[in-house]
């Protein structure tokens, strides 16, 4: 079984900073793709960054130039820093992620967590 643990969420005035983090465990060979979903109270959820085990990243327009994903491959560890962060912002953050395992890869979530920014 392999679960991603997410940390980082929380409330913050606009302007400001968070990082969010989330940790694959469980028994696999290999992390390949992880990325960071959002979803706001009556919306879809929607793509925010990804990134691939070689350090491709790929952001949604809305976050370009505030957001940075990142990740520890030895930690099997992505993280989200998000600066100038907005009341738009404010959603339920969900970490994803492409695990090769022994009978082959699948795609897992995270629990979520809640990040609001305040105006």
């Known amino acids: 079984q392999v679960q991603l643990v997410e940390s980082g969420g929380g409330l913050v005035q606009a302007g400001e900073s968070l990082r969010l983090s989330c940790a694959a465990s469980?028994?696999?060979?290999?992390?390949?793709?992880m990325g960071w979903y959002r979803q706001a109270s009556g919306k879809q959820r929607e793509l925010v960054a990804t990134?691939?085990?070689?350090?491709?990243?790929n952001y949604t327009d809305s976050v370009k130039g505030r957001f940075t994903i990142s990740r520890d491959n030895a930690k099997n560890t992505v993280y989200l820093q998000m600066n100038s962060l907005k009341p738009e912002d404010t959603a339920v953050y969900y970490c994803n992620a492409d695990v090769r395992r022994i009978l082959g890869s699948d795609n897992y979530w995270g629990q979520g967590t809640q990040v609001t920014v305040s105006s």
């Open positions: 469980g028994i696999f060979f290999r992390v390949n793709n």
């Open positions: 990134i691939t085990r070689g350090g491709t990243t």
